[in-house]
T-cell receptor
């Protein structure tokens, strides 16, 4: 099992569809993240969950709805998306703790390439 | 306001020579800086990091330099190899979050 697994790897959906992206981590981490990567833009942090509580929500539209049922699983529910939401969605995990010895290293999955028609 | 910037979208280097990737930041509260490498159709993978209290960290062919007064860091790869061709992201850690730059596409030419 790889450290962070994302499914599906590719998703094409219409603007009226409802779909979900799934992420699973096998590293024993206690924090999980959703990032969005669009062409020629920085990786944009969308949501952070620490110990299954959402601790960050970076002004993401409500058509994106995260869910973290336990420390190993993270979902991103998608509803009535727009074509400009087409991007690579990356899940990551880390150890969330004191800053003293925590380099902040994130372990990423391979991403889910989303195309909205 | 973008806190971490990589001003060169692309860089082309001959195999065997040194590759230097640059990154600038604005927030003096960042306590760690990291470099990630990304191949197409894969997630970013961690490469090397440096604490804000250091000015250099070396790991094999990879060295990261930090100039706190200039709020600038750089990644040196020497010698450059074809497998180093990828997109490199600079990231800075503050308040338990990583802030990423836009990335620099490095191409190593034979």
């Amino acid at each position: 099992e790889t450290g962070v697994t994302q499914t599906p790897r590719h998703l094409v959906m219409g603007m009226t569809n409802k779909k979900s992206l799934k992420c699973e981590q096998h590293l024993g981490h206690n924090a999980m993240y959703w990032y969005k990567q669009s062409a020629k833009k920085p990786l944009e942090l969308m949501f952070v969950y620490s110990l299954e509580e959402r601790v960050e929500n970076n002004s993401v539209p409500s058509r994106f709805s995260p869910e973290c049922p336990n420390s190993s699983h993270l979902f991103l529910h998608l509803h009535t998306l727009q074509p400009e939401d087409s991007a690579l969605y990356l899940c990551a995990s880390s150890l969330w703790g004191s800053s003293g010895a925590n380099t902040g290293e994130l372990f990423f999955g391979e991403g889910s390439r989303l195309t909205v028609l | 306001d973008q806190q971490v910037k990589q001003n060169s979208p692309s860089l082309s280097v001959q195999e065997g020579r040194i590759s230097i990737l640059n990154c600038d930041y604005t927030n003096s509260m960042f306590d760690y800086f990291l470099w990630y490498k990304k191949y197409p159709a894969e997630g970013p993978t961690f490469l090397i990091s440096i604490s804000s209290i250091k000015d250099k960290n070396e790991d094999g062919r990879f060295t990261v330099f930090l100039n706190k007064s200039a709020k600038h860091l750089s990644l040196h790869i020497v010698p450059s190899q074809p497998g180093d061709s990828a997109v490199y992201f600079c990231a800075a850690k503050g308040a338990q979050k990583l802030v990423f730059g836009q990335g620099t596409r490095l191409t190593i030419n034979p």
